[in-house]
């Protein structure tokens, strides 16, 4: 057996240098060839010829059709340097690859999921609830939520995500892990400039603690550059417009249209399946990729405030908002009020994604 692998290692050895050789032998006979070249070129004496030749530019008239054409691809082509990919992870998004803060809060966006990620952690923190008779900060009164999104499907163009929502994380009233739910968000890019999403948040109940309403949602969404085109962290103007139920059909928002919203209990079915819809919406300017300021109407009040990303490469975002700040805004607001007056609260959100 061993004598077998020897002849075959052995031939192998002689095919080998058999080809080494010959090419070997080609590139010596090419240097030859080339020093014989040489040595011709300088036997021979070369006379240069000074010849009075006139060129003559021959003008020819092209297509108009073909014209346009040429245009219009050079036009195709500027634009496309001016391109930006936005890309979102749940509330903040990413221009071309690079994370930015939060562009809303309480209102989605519909852009798709950011394919680099896979989980968009989020700490809710609110400094009172609308209907405690007592200061912002107070135990008693300050609240939180945790979020946690899952990109379950994600393509260039369509994702799908799974959000579970955890509103007890304290031992108030509930134990910590009760109070839980689930959501989704289906997003689609139409085109570079426009993306839709439709979903629901705390669609699924775990428990019957909740009172976070069954929030379907479709929304639109855009963005303008702004400032230098070739910046790589630029100025950008977002818009999300569109129309949720229940906490975004809160009272006299909700005055659009009633659908079911699979389940009870809910803010506005009044002890049925059928939840109110509204408008909801925000704008939001980011100054660059480390912070933006943000003002949103989400049904159930308004809030205006600033994100920022402290971090230049991590996408660890701190965001901070004030509600309820315009005396008698909404109306209804004061319904929930102690003595029918509400004051300035302040929510915030604290969010990671890896």
């Not at 085109?191 to 699924?204: C, R, T």
């Not at 004051?343 to 959100?349: I, V």
Request: glycine share 6%.
């Amino acid at each position: 057996m061993l004598r077998k692998y020897f002849y075959i290692f052995y031939f192998f050895l002689i095919t080998s240098s058999y080809a080494f050789a010959q090419e070997e032998f080609k590139k010596l006979t090419n240097i030859e060839q080339e020093n014989i070249n040489a040595t011709t070129s300088n036997l021979l004496q070369w006379e240069i010829l000074n010849q009075n030749i006139q060129n003559t530019l021959r003008w020819e008239k092209t297509d108009q059709n073909e014209e346009n054409l040429l245009k219009r691809d050079s036009d195709k082509y500027k634009i496309s340097k001016r391109d930006i990919r936005v890309k979102a992870l749940d509330r903040s998004v990413t221009i071309n690859n690079r994370p930015y803060p939060e562009i809303s809060h309480y209102v989605p966006n519909g852009y798709v999921s950011d394919s680099q990620k896979r989980i968009t952690t989020s700490l809710r923190t609110i400094s009172k609830l609308r209907f405690c008779d007592g200061n912002n900060f107070e135990y008693k009164c300050a609240d939180g939520i945790l979020n946690i999104d899952f990109r379950l499907i994600s393509t260039d163009k369509f994702s799908f995500n799974s959000k579970y929502s955890l509103q007890s994380i304290s031992n108030r009233g509930t134990k910590f892990g009760e109070e839980s739910s689930m959501g989704f968000k289906i997003a689609k890019e139409v085109n570079p400039n426009l993306s839709i999403s439709f979903g629901g948040e705390n669609i699924i109940h775990f428990d019957q603690d909740i009172d976070l309403g069954r929030n379907f949602f479709l929304i639109a969404s855009t963005h303008k550059k702004l400032g230098k085109i070739n910046k790589e962290n630029p100025s950008i103007l977002f818009i999300n417009a569109g129309i949720g139920s229940d906490f975004y059909g809160y009272k006299g928002n909700g005055f659009l249209f009633r659908a079911p919203c699979l389940g009870e209990p809910n803010l506005t079915g009044n002890d049925k399946n059928n939840c109110s819809w509204g408008p909801i919406g925000s704008i939001a300017l980011a100054a660059n990729d480390r912070i933006t300021f943000v003002s949103e109407w989400f049904g159930y009040s308004y809030g205006s405030g600033f994100s920022i990303k402290p971090l230049k490469e991590r996408n660890i975002i701190f965001s901070l908002y004030a509600t309820d700040f315009i005396k008698g805004f909404p109306k209804y607001a004061k319904e929930h009020c102690p003595n029918n007056e509400c004051e300035t609260r302040f929510y915030g959100n604290i969010s990671l994604s890896f």
